[in-house]
């Protein structure tokens, strides 16, 4: 059974880092598209960005210029840095496996809240 | 970016009745391969959310039958034959064409 483990420094002041670690227990690492994905509280669903099978990373356009993506598969693990946080990012982020047979989120995290006050 | 649409934003349905949710994309979600990479998700109160459908249609593993999904092109819904107390939730649809996209989300309430 995939199961994916994440967690994270918290809470933050505006200008600071995010910093979130998903870990992949029980299934492969390599072959998947592995995302970070948001949701601000009582809203919806905002994908953040991935790394695919072939080590590319993708961005939303909309925080690109904040946001940095890495993966470790020695270790099965995945990370998101968002810099230069303000009280807009506080959200609850999902890490999630991207699996490209059914182009779905076949599995997340349990979610992390993160929350950005001075 | 493709804009997802869901109508209703909220559904309030007595048990044992079915479900109806619409999602619309801003465009085709037909990829140059011929996929249509539609997806349906379920978050309960206080969890993350859950595939229920893929591919517009096909249902992941352990989904009750009772949940279908229909569409082409732009146009999408999600049934639910049935509706179960445990069915109490958001329901999602999401596009899988880069950067990936929502629906706003529609909120299922038993009556």
């Known amino acids: 059974q995939v199961q994916l483990q994440q967690w994270g420094a918290g809470p933050l002041k505006p200008s600071e880092t995010l910093s979130l670690t998903c870990a992949v227990y029980?299934?492969?690492?390599?072959?998947?598209?592995w995302s970070w994905i948001r949701q601000p509280p009582g809203k919806g669903l905002e994908w953040i960005g991935e790394?695919?099978?072939?080590?590319?990373?993708n961005y939303n356009p909309s925080l690109k210029s904040r946001v940095t993506i890495s993966g470790d598969t020695s270790k099965n693990q995945f990370s998101l840095d968002m810099m230069s946080v303000t009280a807009a990012d506080t959200a609850v982020y999902y890490c999630a496996r991207g699996n490209g047979w059914f182009g779905a989120f076949d599995y997340w995290g349990q979610g992390t809240l993160v929350t950005v006050s001075s | 970016d493709i804009v997802m649409t869901q109508t209703p934003l909220s559904s309030p349905v007595t048990p044992g009745q079915p479900a109806s949710i619409s999602c619309r994309s801003s465009?085709?979600?037909?990829?140059?391969?011929?996929?249509?990479?539609l997806s349906w998700l379920q978050q309960r109160p206080g969890q993350p959310p859950r595939l229920l459908i893929s591919?517009?249609?096909d249902r992941f593993s352990g989904v009750p039958d009772r949940f279908s999904g229909s569409g082409a092109g732009t146009d999408f819904t999600l049934k639910i034959s049935r509706v179960e107390a445990e069915d109490v939730g958001v329901y999602y649809c999401?596009?899988?064409?880069?950067?990936?996209?929502f629906g706003q989300g529609t909120k299922l309430e038993i009556k």
């Open positions: 591919k517009i249609s």
């Open positions: 029980g299934g492969s690492f390599s072959g998947y598209y």
């Open positions: 999401m596009q899988a064409q880069l950067p990936y996209t």
């Open positions: 790394i695919t099978p072939s080590g590319n990373i």
């Open positions: 465009q085709s979600l037909v990829d140059s391969g011929g996929n249509t990479y």
